[in-house]
């Protein structure tokens, strides 16, 4: 009776913590079908921003621009980052040590400070663009790609890269078909992870980017005074359901992992 | 008999509707070392479950020293475990471990002390103190773990196969020391193991459970020398087992040959498994034994040798302190007084050895 | 590649070159020009300017939200991550899932909505007043600027606390309770002592971004409450002084880096004496 009372608050609280992480979504949706540009006043369901949507440029353009950073530097972190986590611990302790720290400075700094670091650095150099926006998010993106594969690589199982050479691979072919495969699941969980931030972030974006570029991100704050548009409700609406979607999937895939010996387990009375 | 400790009364448990336990029944006298014997998946590790009170029965009672302890939580019960994996607190240091119970008893500085100081000379383990776990070898752990359970004083010491993941040459160190504890501290030992040779050391009884059903009960001598079932007699030691017809009262045939035996109180031609020990069968010229047979295997063990001979469509083992060559045809001794006949079985329950294959 | 195999440290080359030309490299730059002033002659001024009594008025601010959305960050992850481990079903997967959906929504959008549920005429108001009671209006207070903080970096002190709550063996929970332990002692002795490397991580990740998230207080404070990183974001964007902005941001860093570095001995000290 106790149990059956516990057991229901905890899914009640856990739904008031649904609740205030999805509710200022639910508001954006419900503006995405708003027929009116005014944030305050209900005018009615429409779906006309998703059509405007297909006609505005520059929605189109820092779309397009903020897609293709996430990918590259998600990727290019993604490369640099697995071979530094192979290198890494395969170090010396002390060489080991120094290399995580300055991995988790990008980590443990503000990004305000991170930002403005790379910004007062990058222009000595180059003008701030495209360019100097990409490299600033590789730079924050690698040490997520690191401490995401860097588990997998310390169980990793060495000997079958000699194993697979003994028994006639190639060494590249040795590498990518036996090695890599061990780390694939931090590898994908690191992309993901390095994506996502950089759709996500703003600050330092916004100190490195320079003039003519934008993110979604730096757009909607050039915004604020302004007005949003609600074409970007509408586009927001869109990536939310299709992540949405594909997360769905992702976490339904391999659902029927159970562990061993945990059907002997069963409750401990609780 | 009156000095039951534990009572478990018609135990039956489900989980996803796969049935591990079936209306069992069973007592542990006080002072006893009861080992629940069995393949993986029999119910061995459910039913200690059930009485450290991690696990709560479908139907049925668990009596404690007469009291019924069925709905009482683990912590409230005096039963501790030692766990296979000895579970030890990784955040804290071995005597913070060990003195784990009796601070939350709220006992005296002194008192502690005095204990963890004891516990750890009974294990062995004086001077590990200030250690971390993690530091530990796997031995040291479950050394640590059982001075854990003991320093609490609990009435029954309940062990999940706590020897499965040390090797050979340390097993057999802590089957002594194992019983030495026993022997020291005086309280009842439930232990679970699929291990028949570490059964057969440490035992005083011996449950062999399979599928969820007590398979036989008794000491180590009388399970490996009366199994009175195939999965028993498998199970326990190595084993043939043939198919044979009761003749009549202490005669019986095999390969069509009748041999005499000493078993009595079968119905006549009634088929029947006999089942004879490698050791017991005895190796001989040709066409002077009850059988012949074609060696087919000859392997040296160190004590012995371990011999295959195929007569018929089966294919005996025998274990033997002479070798025989391969391919020459023997014949095959044995003793009336070894040869056990039993039952076929009648319930899919007793089936699994067919299974087992 | 054997020859790179079994000298694997040379494939970390490429990200050293990285980590010092983009990580290193630029917090030395930042650093020279916080000690310079304009002419580029040596100052200690831009970094000594964070004790001018409006920064260090935005510096206590931005400590107070921080320190009052990290705590509160963990008072509720905490029931959330016990309570998610009961579940039955997928339990990390749909963790996850619920945790990392939101981030895929713009955070400015996100804080644009929050302004409207928050604001006088925004819809919590509406419901309280619809509900008889009325005067009640945290738009524009710190309070709502920490409803948006603690929104933005929840997901950040959860995961990390619940990957070191899962990652705890049943079996040694079950050897709590076997010795008499009941549920609460095994929260404080077990559970919690076994989760703190997660919620240290979880600590940094909310604490420090917290104290500069400059956008959430534009948005939700009304423009008229700043914190340190509103402060910085100005002098780079709106005065140009880079100099004192370095200046500001280097005392910062020099800030949390103290108040970290607090924390991690304060923890190794609690671990200790944890009886």
Redesign the interface.
Same mark, same amino acid.
């Given at each position: 009776m106790v149990e059956k009372l516990k057991s229901l608050l905890s899914r009640f609280y856990i739904l008031i913590i649904i609740l205030f992480l999805y509710s200022p979504i639910a508001v954006l949706i419900i503006l995405s079908f708003n027929d009116s540009r005014s944030r305050v006043v209900w005018g009615g369901f429409t779906i006309r921003w998703y059509a405007a949507l297909l006609h505005n440029s520059q929605i189109r353009v820092a779309l397009g621009t903020t897609f293709l950073l996430a990918f590259l530097s998600a990727f290019i972190s993604l490369v640099i980052g697995t071979a530094a986590a192979l290198g890494i611990a395969s170090m010396k302790k002390r060489s080991h040590k120094l290399m995580m720290m300055i991995t988790n400075i990008p980590m443990l700094n503000a990004d305000i400070v991170t930002g403005i670091a790379l910004m007062l650095w990058i222009i000595q150099f180059m003008p701030l663009g495209f360019g100097s926006v990409l490299i600033a998010h590789i730079t924050f993106n690698i040490p997520y790609v690191i401490l995401a594969v860097m588990p997998k690589v310390k169980t990793m199982n060495i000997s079958i890269y000699n194993a697979g050479r003994d028994l006639g691979a190639g060494p590249l072919r040795a590498f990518f078909e036996l090695m890599l495969p061990q780390l694939s699941g931090g590898m994908i969980s690191g992309f993901f992870m390095a994506f996502t931030m950089s759709m996500d972030d703003f600050v330092i974006t916004y100190f490195t980017k320079g003039a003519g570029v934008n993110t979604l991100s730096t757009m909607i704050y050039g915004e604020i005074k302004k007005g949003i548009k609600p074409e970007i409700y509408a586009l927001s609406t869109m990536i939310f359901v299709l992540v949405l979607v594909i997360l769905m999937i992702m976490n339904n895939m391999p659902a029927k992992e159970k562990r061993k010996g945990e059907e002997e387990r069963g409750n401990v009375y609780d | 008999m009156g000095d039951t400790i534990l009572e478990l009364k018609n135990i039956s448990?489900s989980?996803?509707g796969?049935k591990?336990l079936d209306d069992l029944c069973l007592n542990i006298e006080k002072n006893e070392f009861v080992t629940l014997l069995g393949p993986s998946?029999c119910g061995k590790?459910?039913l200690l479950?059930i009485i450290?009170?991690?696990?709560?029965p479908d139907h049925g009672q668990v009596y404690f020293e007469g009291g019924d302890i069925t709905s009482l939580?683990?912590?409230?019960r005096q039963v *501790?475990?030692v766990?296979?994996?000895y579970?030890?607190?990784? *955040?804290?240091n071995v005597a913070?471990n060990v003195?784990?119970?009796l601070?939350?008893?709220k006992k005296s500085r002194d008192y502690i002390a005095e204990k963890v100081r004891y516990a750890m000379r009974l294990v062995n383990m004086e001077g590990y103190e200030e250690r971390m776990t993690t530091s530990l070898s796997g031995g040291q752990q479950q050394r640590i773990?059982i001075a854990?359970?003991i320093v609490?004083e609990p009435k029954m010491l309940l062990l999940d196969e706590p020897l499965g993941a040390l090797d050979l040459k340390l097993r057999h160190e802590m089957q002594r020391e194992l019983m030495r504890i026993k022997q020291e501290v005086g309280i009842t030992f439930v232990y679970v193991t699929h291990d028949q040779e570490e059964a057969l050391t440490m035992s005083d009884r011996i449950v062999v459970m399979n599928q969820g059903i007590i398979q036989q009960m008794g000491t180590s001598k009388s399970i490996y020398d009366e199994p009175q079932n195939a999965f028993v007699a498998d199970f326990i030691g190595d084993s043939n087992i043939i198919n044979g017809i009761m003749i009549r009262d202490r005669l019986v045939m095999i390969h069509g040959v009748e041999v005499e035996c000493v078993d009595e109180g079968f119905d006549p031609n009634e088929a029947v498994d006999v089942v004879i020990r490698p050791e017991d069968l005895v190796i001989g010229k040709k066409d002077s034994g009850f059988t012949n047979g074609i060696v087919t295997n000859l392997i040296y063990k160190g004590a012995y040798y371990d011999i295959s001979v195929a007569a018929g469509d089966y294919e005996w083992s025998v274990q033997s302190n002479v070798p025989a060559a391969v391919n020459s045809e023997v014949g095959l001794f044995i003793d009336p007084e070894n040869i056990q006949i039993m039952k076929k079985p009648r319930s899919s329950d007793e089936e699994v050895i067919d299974k087992l294959g | 590649m054997d020859k790179v195999m079994n000298r694997r440290s040379v494939l970390s080359g490429p990200y050293v070159v990285w980590a010092l030309g983009f990580t290193v490299i630029p917090l030395i730059v930042i650093i020279k020009y916080a000690i310079s002033d304009r002419t580029g002659a040596f100052t200690l001024s831009n970094i000594l300017a964070i004790f001018d009594p409006v920064n260090l008025k935005a510096l206590i601010f931005s400590l107070e939200i921080a320190i009052g959305c990290t705590v509160v960050c963990i008072l509720l992850a905490y029931p959330l991550v016990l309570a998610i481990s009961r579940l039955k079903f997928a339990r990390s997967g749909f963790m996850l899932v619920i945790l990392i959906l939101p981030m895929w929504m713009n955070f400015i959008l996100k804080l644009l909505a929050w302004q409207m549920i928050l604001s006088s005429n925004g819809i919590l108001n509406m419901i309280i007043r619809a509900a008889g009671i009325t005067g009640f209006d945290i738009s524009n207070t710190p309070i709502s600027i920490m409803i948006g903080v603690i929104y933005e970096y929840f997901p950040y002190m959860v995961l990390p606390v619940f990957d070191a709550v899962i990652a705890i063996d049943a079996d040694v929970i079950e050897a709590a309770r076997d010795l008499g332990a009941k549920k609460g002692t095994v929260f404080w002795k077990i559970i919690f002592p076994l989760s703190l490397p997660g919620l240290m991580s979880g600590i940094t990740m909310v604490f420090v971004p917290s104290m500069t998230s400059f956008v959430t207080a534009d948005i939700l404070g009304g423009g008229k409450l700043q914190l340190v990183g509103n402060i910085i974001e100005q002098e780079f964007i709106q005065s140009m002084n880079w100099n004192l902005g370095a200046g500001l941001s280097v005392a910062l860093m020099i800030f949390i880096l103290i108040s970290m570095t607090f924390t991690v001995k304060k923890d190794e000290r609690e671990e200790e004496e944890a009886w």
């Open positions: - | 448990k989980f996803d796969k591990i998946g590790s459910t479950r450290g009170g991690f696990v709560k939580p683990p912590e409230r *501790h475990t766990f296979q994996k579970s030890l607190f990784p *955040h804290m913070d003195a784990f119970g601070k939350l008893k773990a854990r359970a609490n | -």
